[in-house]
């Protein structure tokens, strides 16, 4: 019945920004660590980012450090990445998803998309001018 709903997604120009949100009302999301990933057909899901629970370790893949953010507010159970800068290839299909099994995101480890869990059906990002 859980299932994460993202929402944000739209056509942007090159430079521009975007605010993605990923929400599960009556989930408390804030036990688990959470995963952004994207996904081009064809291509292999790509783990962008991922936010602790109760340490400070988050996960930027390199393509999107310095130009993505990912907070969360637990109150609302929604967790969000912040994008600027964007690029061309920054177009995607943008997932959020919960780790069960695990509150801390890996230092340097991309999320592995197999350990999460309530996939949602995604958002829609185009850059392109």
């Known amino acids: 019945q859980v299932q994460f709903v993202e929402s944000g997604g739209d056509l942007v120009q090159p430079g521009g920004s975007l605010r993605l949100s990923c929400a599960a009302p009556g989930f408390s999301a804030e036990y688990y660590a959470i995963g952004w990933f994207r996904q081009v057909p064809g291509k292999e899901r790509e783990g962008v980012s991922c936010?602790?629970?109760?340490?400070?370790?988050?996960y930027y893949a390199d393509s999107v450090k310095g130009r993505f953010t990912i907070s969360r507010d637990n109150a609302k159970s929604t967790v969000y990445l912040e994008m600027n800068s964007l690029k061309p290839e920054d177009t995607a299909v943008y997932y959020c998803a919960a780790n069960l099994m695990r509150s801390r995101c890996e230092v340097g480890i991309a999320p592995r998309g197999y350990e999460f869990s309530y996939w949602g059906q995604g958002t829609q990002v185009t850059v392109s001018p």
């Open positions: 936010i602790s629970y109760n340490d400070p370790s988050t």
